[in-house]
């Protein structure tokens, strides 16, 4: 690390500025033939704003964000145990009863933070926790969402039901392609995980009898409790809780087991772990079924709560929002992911005037990610201490 | 019908073969999955439309059709390198030394991200090449190939036998190769392992650009989200080939466009993709090296 001053020094030479304006001309030129001569200024000029951000707000960002983990960390240590039951108590209440202040609209927002937290929850499982990219899988939440349809529609089989069997055939088929993909190196797996997302898309579009082809299925029964049928928007929003609570407990008891250290060491280096006497394919193939469990039983929500699905609800790019969440929360973390999640859904919500811009927001966020804090918004705790005893 | 199929299915495998290139260069080089490959040939695509569009309203397509068809190609493979060249800056040389997660993800990021900006800056309709070839066919036997089709042939062997010569005879060839093999010993000898790895960048995205070109002329409209098959399954046919391997990728290209075009006229158009799928899903589970590839140990 070079001492503050040193570079804030050099950011103000004049070869600084003449490096960020050539590399904002740059940028523009290259937009030139796709945006025309102004596009192509405007893309300079952002491109210059943006570089100027980060020399002279990031290593600000950074120290403040290593700061507060670090901080939130120790918190986590120091504080003692009843505090911390009372502060998780306080928030579980707060969760309880914010809903009775919100309007339906702003439920419903909440309500799809939810289901992708428990989405993403599973996802880190499988990304964060063991390492491996599955870009596939929004196909299992496809398939959760398809088996609990069909079967309630259909069959008339009641919710409570339809709900785990659409987890358990997502599981089913998650240790199907755990299986097929065991031999496969990171690379390699990410290509075949997207190879099954879009052969399910086709079945799903073309298996007419089943699936109902691109029309998709319609008229999916509300989930009933007793003689009350869940309508409301707030019904959803307990549900979504509910799930949401169980998924939170399990995946942190798991990843403070054998289990979860053995995922993280497969994550650090495989054949390590192997020769460690860890039986990897056993953890993988684990890994990929209980991450593939929790899509199918966030699948099965949203078909009982939407009461519709078409296969354009389950498309490689539902993948990559909730890989976005895992991402930028943090991989591995678990109070990361979920304010991944919190604020993937919630933020386009409240900027709707850059909504058009949400992908390209997240492409290019997940690239700054990578270079700038792979850690996360929000480290993983195992991570922030390897390296804070490192120093 | 057969020798028609297998007429199409070349044309398609030629185009696959192309992008396949710029895969197996990238992953031989740097062990990496440039998604964001297939993006850059779909940007080729659109600039090509974008310039052709342009010499029209210049003027200059009704006179000489010939030298700005070759024009705007020319300016999409320059423009499609330096994209490609500024892709490796921006999103990979930064995490050379990372772990093998973030470079996939960063490709990825990177694109999704070139799939918005074009769909932002170009709209999510089709845009549509302009109706300027002469139509141009022969027939014979029931069979019809068009002067496009031909057209595509050709240079696109062109193109392959020109990178095959580059690659073999050249001594920027030789230096790619060499980084290839082994990236630290290159470096220990001389070669200038960055500027080798820009250079792999640019030339993929060049025979990108080409692929892109082509496709544009010969199916006549583009889409934004056309970068994202066509990646994945000139990905398959390097694969198929043996990543890594450049004959591998050509060949790998040839068979998947047999294979697919084949299977859509005897099997089922409807399920078209899911062969390239399948087959993808086959080699890797029981040859991972490929056809032509050599089998790799992992290093501890």
């Known amino acids: ?24 001309l740059w940028f523009g030129l290259l937009a030139l033939p796709f945006t025309g001569w102004k596009g192509s200024l405007r893309i300079s000029a952002s491109v210059l704003a943006g570089i100027l951000l980060f020399q002279y707000g990031l290593p600000r960002f950074t120290a403040l964000s290593g700061k507060l983990s670090l ?44 289901l992708y937290a428990v989405l993403a929850l599973g996802l880190n499982i499988v990304v964060g926790f063991a390492g491996l990219l599955d870009l ?78 691109p029309r998709g299925i319609m008229r999916i029964p509300h989930p009933a409790l007793g003689s009350y049928r869940l309508a409301q928007p707030i019904d959803y929003y307990y549900l979504i809780a509910a799930i949401f609570f169980i998924t939170w407990f399990v995946v942190r008891k798991l990843n403070a087991t054998r289990i979860g250290r053995a995922w993280v060491a497969i994550r650090e280096d495989e054949l390590a772990a192997g020769a460690m006497g860890l039986n990897t394919t056993l953890l993988k193939v684990f890994a990929f079924v209980l991450g593939a469990f929790w899509a ?38 678990i ?9 993937l859904i919630i933020l386009p919500e409240l900027l709707r005037g850059l909504s058009d811009y949400r992908m390209l927001i997240f492409g290019l966020a997940m690239i700054l990610m990578m270079i700038l804090r792979p850690e996360g918004l929000i480290g993983s705790t195992r991570r922030k201490i390897e390296t804070s005893s490192a120093k | 019908m057969l020798i028609q199929q297998v007429i199409n299915g070349l044309i398609l495998g030629a185009v696959y073969a192309l992008i396949a290139l710029g895969y197996t260069m990238v992953y031989g080089i740097l062990e990496l999955i440039n998604f964001a490959h297939g993006e850059i040939y779909m940007i080729g695509a659109y600039l090509s439309i974008i310039f052709l569009g342009f010499f029209t309203t210049a003027g200059l397509t009704q006179d000489h059709l010939a030298i700005s068809l070759f024009l705007s190609f020319l300016l999409s493979a320059a423009f499609c390198g330096a994209y490609g060249y500024t892709m490796e800056k921006v999103a990979y040389r930064p995490l050379r030394k990372a772990n093998r997660l973030s470079p996939l993800i960063s490709a990825l990021g990177m694109s999704i991200f070139l799939q918005n900006y074009v769909m932002l800056t170009q709209g999510s309709t089709d845009i549509v090449f302009p109706h300027l070839l002469p139509p141009l066919e022969f027939t014979g036997g029931g069979v019809t190939v068009t002067g496009i089709q031909l057209f595509i042939l050709a240079s696109s062997f062109i193109l392959m036998g020109g990178l ?11 230096a790619m190769r060499a980084t290839a093999q082994d990236r630290i010993m290159s470096g220990l000898l001389g070669v200038n392992v960055d500027l080798i790895i820009s250079l792999t960048f640019i030339l993929g995205s060049v025979l990108a650009a080409a692929a892109g070109t082509m496709v544009a002329i010969y199916y006549g409209t583009v889409n934004f989200s056309i970068g994202y098959v066509a990646g994945i399954k000139a990905f398959t046919a390097a694969v198929l080939g043996g990543i890594g391997s450049i004959p591998g990728a050509m060949a790998g290209g040839l068979i998947l466009g047999l294979v697919e075009s084949l299977g859509a006229g005897y099997i089922s158009s409807q399920y078209k993709d899911l062969f390239a799928f399948l087959i993808l899903i086959l080699v890797l589970l029981f040859k991972p090296s490929g056809l032509l590839g050599s089998s790799t140990r992992e290093k501890v």
């Not at chain 1, 398809?146 to 358990?168: D, E, K, N, Q």
């Not at chain 1, 073309?206 to 082809?213: F, K, P």
């Not at chain 1, 009982?304 to 909730?322: A, W």
């Open chain 1, 1 to 24: 690390m070079k001492p503050p001053k040193a570079d804030h020094e050099k950011n103000r030479s004049g070869r600084a500025w003449l490096a960020r304006a050539g590399i904002s």
């Open chain 1, 335 to 343: 109070p990361g992911v979920i304010l991944g999640a919190l604020a």
């Open chain 1, 136 to 213: 596939g899988y929004a196909g299992f939440y496809a398939v959760g969402a398809y088996t609990c349809a069909i079967l309630t529609a259909r069959y008339a089989v009641p919710f409570w039901l339809a709900l785990p069997a659409g987890g358990a055939l997502a599981a089913a088929f998650g240790m199907a392609l755990g299986v097929i993909t065991l031999r496969l190196r990171g690379d390699y797996l990410a290509i075949v995980t997207l190879g099954f997302i879009q052969i399910l898309h086709l079945i799903l579009n073309n298996w007419d009898s089943v699936t109902n082809g």
């Open chain 1, 296 to 333: 199918g039983i966030g699948g099965g929500f949203f078909a009982g709560k939407f009461g519709f699905i078409s296969p354009e609800s389950f498309t490689f790019f539902e993948s990559v929002l909730i890989l976005s969440m895992v991402v930028l929360g943090g991989l591995g973390s």
């Open chain 1, 71 to 114: 901080w939130t960390h120790r918190a986590d240590q120091l504080a003692p145990a009843r505090l911390r039951r009372l502060l998780k108590l306080a928030g579980a209440a707060i969760l309880l009863l914010l809903p009775l202040t919100l309007n339906n609209y702003q439920i419903d927002i909440l309500t799809m933070a939810g």
């Open chain 2, 164 to 174: 095959y010569f580059i690659l073999q005879k050249s001594l920027i060839g030789k």
